[in-house]
C-alpha cells in the first residue's frame, strides 16, 4: 500500500460582511436571545427593554480532506460463452477444444487485467465530527492561510480548538473509499490525500440583558452566511493554543494506522505544498 499525504494547512475563513452590519444584524435579533416560547405576547420582552452587554468574536473548526484510492490488479477467472446453433458440440479455441454442455455453453480461461479508481471528500465539523452542510460553499470565499496559529487570537478572538483531529477525519474517510479487491495479483494499490485542510469560520456571538426582568441571552451569528441563532452563553478564552503538530497528527511512522482495521506496511510520500489553493 502507498499513501500520499497530503499539505497539512490551516486557512480563517473571512467575514463576508462588516462589523457594524453584523453588529446590527444581532440587535435587530436581540428578542431573539430570549426565545420564543415565554407565553404570552405579554410575557415577551419589547426590543427598547434590551441592551448589548458584550460581545466576541469567535473561530470555530471545520476539516476539509479529500483522497483518492487507485487499484491496478489481476484475475483469473472462467467465462461462460454460449454457442451460436443447437447443432454445435465441440468448441476449439486456439487450439483448445472446449466440449458443449447441456445449457448450450462452454467455459474458457481467461486472465483479467483490472484498474479502479474512486475518489471521496468529507467536511466535518471539528468540535462534534458532524457533516459541515454549507462547507463547500463557505471555503469558495475569501480566506487567508495561517502558519502561525498563535495569530488567530488577536483582537480577543475566542479559537475553539478541534476535539477531531486530522488522523480521525482521515480513517473514516479512507474506509469509504478503501475496498476489498478479488485479485491473484496486484500491481498497484494506492491511496493519495488531496487535501487535508483545517478551516477556522468567523462567528460573532452577542449577550443582550432584558433589564426589567434581569435576564441574559445569547444571539449568535455567522460571519460567512449571516444566519442567527440563539445560544446559551458566550464561549470563555482559552488559555492555550493547541499545536498545529497535535492537530495535524499523521506522518510517516503513523500512517499504516489510517488504515480501517490496524496497522499495515506502507509506503509514505508527502505532496508538496500548492500555495495557490484556498486564497481568496
Not at 476539509?64 to 468448441?91: K, L
Not at 462534534?128 to 454549507?134: A, E, I, K, Q
Not at 503513523?254 to 490496524?262: E, N, S, Y
Request: net charge negative; aromatic share 8%.
Amino acid at each position: 500500500m502507498e499513501i500520499q499525504l497530503a499539505p497539512e494547512r490551516v486557512f480563517a475563513l473571512q467575514e463576508r460582511f462588516g462589523v457594524e452590519e453584523i453588529k446590527q444584524r444581532a440587535m435587530d435579533r436581540r428578542v431573539a436571545a430570549f426565545g420564543s416560547g415565554l407565553g404570552s405576547l405579554l410575557q415577551r420582552p419589547k426590543a427598547d427593554d434590551i441592551a448589548l452587554v458584550q460581545f466576541q468574536r469567535r473561530l470555530e473548526p471545520f476539516w476539509h480532506v479529500a483522497c483518492r484510492a487507485r487499484y491496478a490488479y489481476e484475475r483469473e477467472r472462467d467465462y461462460v460463452v454460449p454457442v451460436s446453433a443447437p447443432e454445435v458440440q465441440e468448441v476449439t479455441l486456439e487450439g483448445s477444444t472446449q466440449p458443449v454442455n447441456a445449457a448450450r455453453t462452454f467455459s474458457i480461461r481467461v486472465r483479467e487485467h483490472c484498474r479502479e479508481e474512486s475518489a471521496r471528500e468529507s467536511f466535518a465539523d471539528g468540535v462534534t465530527g458532524l457533516p459541515v452542510t454549507d462547507a463547500q460553499m463557505a471555503i469558495q470565499g475569501s480566506s487567508a492561510e495561517v502558519e502561525d496559529l498563535s495569530t488567530l487570537s488577536t483582537d480577543d478572538t475566542v479559537v475553539v480548538p478541534p476535539e477531531h483531529r486530522a488522523s480521525y477525519v482521515i480513517r473514516q474517510l479512507f474506509s469509504q473509499v478503501m475496498k476489498p479487491l478479488q485479485a491473484d495479483t496486484v500491481s498497484e494499490e494506492s491511496l493519495t490525500l488531496e487535501r487535508t485542510d483545517l478551516y477556522y469560520r468567523p462567528v460573532w456571538a452577542f449577550e443582550f440583558e432584558w433589564k426589567p426582568r434581569q435576564r441574559r441571552g445569547v444571539v449568535e451569528l455567522d460571519g460567512i452566511t449571516g444566519q442567527t441563532r440563539q445560544a446559551a452563553a458566550l464561549v470563555p478564552q482559552l488559555r492555550r493554543m493547541v499545536s498545529k503538530d497535535v492537530l495535524f497528527d499523521i506522518g510517516a511512522d503513523t500512517a499504516g494506522l489510517l488504515i480501517p482495521g490496524g496497522s499495515i506496511a506502507v509506503k509514505v510520500a508527502r505532496a508538496a505544498v500548492d500555495r495557490s489553493y484556498g486564497r481568496g
